[in-house]
């Protein structure tokens, strides 16, 4: 028998022991009815808070959302440190028209910068562990919430919330994902309907 006949048979056998009890004259029946309309309340409360939870958002929101802004971390790390890199190797290359005492001086320098710059190796090795356990743990939710739904029924476990700010505070997202970007084309387009 799948689960979510049982649960049905369950709530059934509640609801009709609760009418039979409601048309028993015996001294327990106002107790035993106080407790199985206690239980049917139990059992609802506990399904309006899953539902209220919006436990569906971990998984389909808030856990692709960090893994996503994590990577670009990474990636905003890698292209700034390329950056760095750069920037060194041309001073490197002006390093050999300077006389002796200034050459070491700066050629030290950028040592110490490259050294420096070892952080988003290690940052990066760092960040790319927290998203394949973020990704793991996306992958759990997924299968609790749908253990959930398959035996309790369907309790809107699976829907993501919207958000729901206004004006300014809708504005105050961060930094914007590159794939969610809009791009220079778009930008100048918008620009140039100003002009027309």
């Excluded at 743990?137 to 739904?149: D, M």
């Amino acid at each position: 028998m799948i689960e979510s006949e049982k649960r049905e048979k369950f709530v059934k056998l509640v609801n009709s022991v609760i009418s039979k009890v409601e048309h028993v004259s015996d001294p327990y029946r106002d107790k035993v009815h106080s407790e199985l309309m206690a239980l049917q309340s139990i059992i609802d409360q506990a399904r309006s808070e899953l539902r209220s939870t919006n436990a569906g958002d971990i998984n389909q929101k808030h856990i692709p959302t960090a893994t996503d802004e994590l990577d670009a971390i990474v990636k905003a790390t890698e292209g700034a440190t390329l950056g760095i890199f750069n920037a060194c190797e041309g001073i490197e290359k002006i390093l050999p028209g300077l006389d002796d005492h200034h050459r070491n001086a700066i050629q030290d320098e950028i040592t110490r910068i490259y050294e420096a710059c070892s952080f988003q190796d290690i940052t990066g090795q760092r960040i790319n562990k927290i998203v394949r356990s973020l990704k793991d743990i996306e992958t759990k939710v997924g299968s609790i919430l749908g253990i959930l739904n398959e035996r309790m029924g369907d309790m809107g476990l699976h829907h993501t919330s919207t958000d729901e700010r206004t004006g300014d505070a809708a504005l105050l997202n961060g930094p914007q994902l590159a794939a969610q970007a809009i791009s220079q084309e778009d930008i100048d387009k918008l620009l140039a309907d100003f002009d027309n």
